[in-house]
Each structure stands twice: as structure tokens, then as C-alpha cells.
């Protein structure tokens, strides 16, 4: 008692994290060993059996939290002032175990020695309070739903420091005790007037338990942060496997939150300025799908560094006659893959295999929905048409992707194979990441035709930075493509040593 435990994590903001933002006092803990309340066989793989849970009341929070045993960050350093207020407002007045087999735990833990509490220190400069706090509402606990942001932490002091929409998290997961079921779970059954509420958050390390009373909700969150967080789920699914627990069914707690949920302020959307540079960006956040699908290698970015490359010196040696930076590194890489015979692509392991039947086959099993055709899924996952070397590279295209966003300038993770796609002629290269449905890329293009383009276009664009728009950049790039020698005596004020 007396840590200061994270309740939530960063939240997706323009604002920045607040100072103190996201720990919580903890006010009363209790050790359950071997708790009988636990699901025997558990279906769900993200559940946790435990011999032990903690469950811990924190101030601000709306109820009880249930924590597996083991380790977790607690905060060290807090404001004095902080710590002074903290303490005298508690949430959780309570002095007796709240959970069925409940134990308060006598000993300091060994870690801790004697230390009592946080450390106090000299707060950091607060930010700028908000405008105004985001619109919220009211509505019982056992109406919660899957998207609701929920109010986890109420206050932090100072409270008028809080950020726009600071202390709400999505909630990810639900599920109602009701009955004979809650006398399994609380040490006073009446506590939870009629039905207790299970509830994984976005950013909380554990099951939120609550009563049936009413909680808070924002009532238009960020919509950026909303995307963020659907994509990024914290726990999917419950953190316990509690014995008795059934999820509600979603139309049916769509139809309770509309009877409680206001309309939003017509300002509510201007507190959250945009995260994005450009339209462009914002919109793939907001309506983009994340999956695998097709994309013309000449749509993807050249390799900016080829590790344990049987040409890498080689690369280096051209890239030398570049001023340096990541586009220079990669245009280097498309001149190296121009130079390359069929006899030299042919000496590196890459290469080696048939790329445009791997390509076809990963493409053809990220197509089928697995829970729907389970038996063409499988039919397709065996590759049997496939070499066993092929096979070892298609099921390493499912497991070991190539990641690439749409409009990136770069992908990290398959750049050998990339290359080696392009060498083999593969039209169409199996990526994964982030796009808008229904936006084709640019129609495929030949790859040492695209490397050559690529190259002449740099020295154009290197051109005009030095002698700005005109004929002359036009005419000369070609050249500086074709004759590096050329290159040598433009200035290379940035140029690595």
C-alpha cells in the first residue's frame, strides 16, 4: 500500500503526456491464493490461470483490480504535494479483504527494503491546462461496452493539470457475474447490488472488477486515438477465466447506451488537432485496413542497407558517391541492382528459389478465410505443389512478413527477399501492413527499368537543390547516372566520413 501502480497507458494525443499522468495510489491490496473463483479449463488462450492474483483498490479508479502474480512497474519518484494529497483522499476506505479468499500481506517485499513509499521530488513543469475537459456522461457499469472509454483513473492531482481526455480507456473486453456466481467471487456479495462487471481496459494491467453503479464515459472520443487503439490491442479478451462469467450480447448493450448517451458538444471534435502531416496520412489511419495484399515491387522503396549482402562492399563503394541520408543509401542499392548480371544474382542464396510461385501461393492463402474454409486454408497452407526449400520461404513470407505502410519510404523487414523478388520478375509482392481499400498502386514496371529510373531521378532532383529549377538538371542527371565518376565534384556538404 502506498505504490504508485500504472493504470493506463500513453494515451494517443496531441498534447503530450501529462506530468504524473497514468499512476495511480494504491490504497489496499490483498493476496488470494489459489482462488476457487477461477474457470478450471479456460478456452479463452489469452486468460491466465494463477495460483495467486493480487487485487489491488487504487485511488480514482472506479473499482477493484485484479493483478497476476509476479512483477510490475511501480513509481519511485512522486510530488511531495502529490503525495500529501494522494493520502488525504482516499477512494477505498476499506479494511477488510474484498475478494473471497483475500489476505492482507503482512511482510515488505524484498526489493523494497525500508522503503515505506515513494520517493518525493521536485514536480516537473506542468503543462498547460486544456481548453476544457472532453464531454463525458454517466451510465451503470453493467451497460459498458466494447469501444466505450471509460473513466479508469477520475483524478490526479494537480486535478487542473489533467489533459483534455486524460484518465479514459478503451474498454476491450466485458463480462457479467450474476447470482449464486457472485458469492464465489466477493467476500460480501451485497457489495456488487446485483451484478458485478468484468472489464479489460486498454492500458490497465489487469481485471477492472466492478459494482453495479453508475460509471463515466466519454461521449465522442479522439478519433485518431480510437484507431490507434483498435489497432494496437492491449489484452484481447479477458485477463481471468473467472467460473460462471457470460459476455453480453453487443446489440443488446448497444441499445442501453444509446437510451443513457448524449449528444457530443458541436466543438467536441476541435479539441483533438491533428496527429497528421497531411490529409493523406490521416485518412490511411482513419479508414485504412491492416492485412496482407499485393503490391507492384516497383511501388515499394529500394533496400537502404543489405545485412551479410554478398555484395554489400559493393553497394558501399557506390553509395560513396552519394552525399548521404536514407534515400541516397537507397537509390545507391537500386544502381547496384541495375549493375548485377543474371550469373552474380544467381551466386546468392536468395535467389535461389522460385519467387514468382512462392509470391502466388502466400497470396493465395492470405486471400481465404480460415474460419470459413478451414479445410482450403489448410489445403492451402500446404504448399505441396511447392519444392520443400519454397515452402520453407512461402511459410516464412506468413510467419516472417514484409512490413510496409502505405506511402512509407522504407521498409525494415525483407529487403533480401524484396531483392530477390525483383530479380526473378515477380509482378506482384506479398506485403503487410496498412492501406485504403480500393486504392490501386502504380502499375508494375520493369525492375532494372525502375532501378535505372530511380537513379536518374535522384541526380535530377540533387541538381536542382544546387542550381535550382531549370533546363540543366534534366539534361545532366542521365549522365550523373551513367558516369559516376561525374559525381565527384558537385559539393557534399552532408556526406558521412
Not at 523478388?421 to 485504403?436: F, K, Q
Request: hydrophobic letters at 40%; aromatic letters at 8%.
Amino acid at each position: 500500500m502506498g505504490d504508485y501502480l500504472p493504470v493506463a497507458s500513453d494515451r494517443v494525443t496531441p498534447e503530450g503526456r501529462r506530468p504524473g499522468e497514468g499512476y495511480a495510489r494504491i490504497e489496499w491490496l490483498e493476496h488470494i491464493h489459489d482462488p476457487a473463483f477461477l474457470h478450471p479449463h479456460p478456452t479463452d488462450p489469452y486468460a491466465i490461470t494463477a495460483d495467486t492474483i493480487v487485487a489491488v483498490c487504487c485511488q480514482g479508479l472506479p473499482g477493484p483490480v485484479l493483478l497476476r502474480a509476479g512483477d510490475h512497474w511501480v513509481l519511485t519518484e512522486v510530488d511531495p504535494e502529490r503525495l500529501a494529497w494522494d493520502a488525504a483522499h482516499p477512494t477505498w476506505p476499506t479494511h477488510k479483504p474484498v475478494f473471497v479468499g483475500g489476505q492482507v500481506p503482512q511482510e515488505v517485499h524484498w526489493n523494497r527494503g525500508d522503503l515505506a513509499g515513494p520517493v518525493g521530488v521536485t514536480p516537473e513543469k506542468a503543462s498547460a491546462p486544456p481548453t476544457r475537459r472532453a464531454a463525458s456522461f454517466t451510465k451503470p457499469a453493467s451497460t459498458l461496452r466494447i469501444g466505450d472509454y471509460l473513466q479508469i483513473h477520475a483524478v490526479r492531482f494537480p486535478e487542473h493539470d489533467m489533459g483534455t481526455d486524460e484518465g479514459y480507456h478503451r474498454v476491450e473486453w466485458v463480462g457479467h457475474l450474476t447470482g449464486e456466481r457472485i458469492a464465489g467471487l466477493l467476500a460480501d456479495p451485497a457489495w456488487a447490488n446485483g451484478i458485478v462487471t468484468l472489464v479489460t481496459v486498454h492500458g490497465l494491467g489487469g481485471m477492472l472488477v466492478l459494482p453495479e453503479k453508475d460509471v463515466r464515459v466519454l461521449v465522442q472520443p479522439n478519433l485518431e486515438r480510437v484507431s490507434w487503439d483498435e489497432q494496437e490491442v492491449w489484452h484481447d479478451g479477458p485477463h481471468f477465466a473467472l467460473d460462471g462469467v457470460v459476455e453480453p450480447d453487443p446489440a443488446l448493450q448497444d441499445a442501453k447506451d444509446a437510451a443513457h448517451r448524449p449528444a457530443a458538444p458541436e466543438d467536441e471534435a476541435g479539441l483533438y488537432p491533428t496527429l497528421f502531416s497531411t490529409p493523406e496520412r490521416r485518412a490511411l489511419h482513419l479508414e485504412g485496413v491492416t492485412g496482407v495484399r499485393p503490391v507492384p515491387a516497383s511501388a515499394l522503396p529500394w533496400p537502404h542497407g543489405l545485412f551479410k549482402c554478398e555484395y554489400a562492399e559493393r553497394g558501399k563503394r557506390i553509395a560513396r558517391t552519394y552525399p548521404g541520408g536514407r534515400r541516397a543509401d537507397q537509390t545507391a542499392h537500386a544502381e547496384l541492382f541495375a549493375e548485377l548480371t543474371e550469373e552474380e544474382f544467381a551466386a546468392c542464396p536468395y535467389h535461389q528459389g522460385n519467387w514468382q510461385a512462392i509470391a502466388e501461393a502466400v497470396l493465395a492463402y492470405a486471400e481465404v478465410d480460415e474460419d470459413e474454409e478451414p479445410e482450403r486454408a489448410a489445403r492451402l497452407y500446404a504448399m505441396e505443389h511447392l519444392s520443400p526449400q519454397d515452402r520453407k520461404w512461402a511459410r516464412r513470407m506468413l510467419s516472417d512478413r514484409i512490413w510496409w505502410e502505405e506511402g512509407s519510404t522504407s521498409i525494415t523487414n525483407g529487403q533480401h527477399r524484396l531483392c530477390a523478388m525483383r530479380a526473378a520478375a515477380v509482378a506482384n509482392v506479398p506485403v503487410y501492413g496498412r492501406y485504403l481499400p480500393g486504392k490501386q498502386p502504380a502499375g508494375a514496371m520493369d525492375a532494372r527499368e525502375h532501378a535505372r529510373k530511380t537513379v536518374e531521378e535522384y541526380w535530377v532532383d540533387r541538381l536542382v537543390e544546387l542550381w535550382g529549377p531549370g533546363p540543366w538538371p534534366r539534361r545532366i542527371g542521365p549522365l550523373l547516372a551513367r558516369y559516376r565518376i561525374l559525381r565527384w565534384p558537385l559539393p557534399r556538404p552532408d556526406r558521412r566520413p
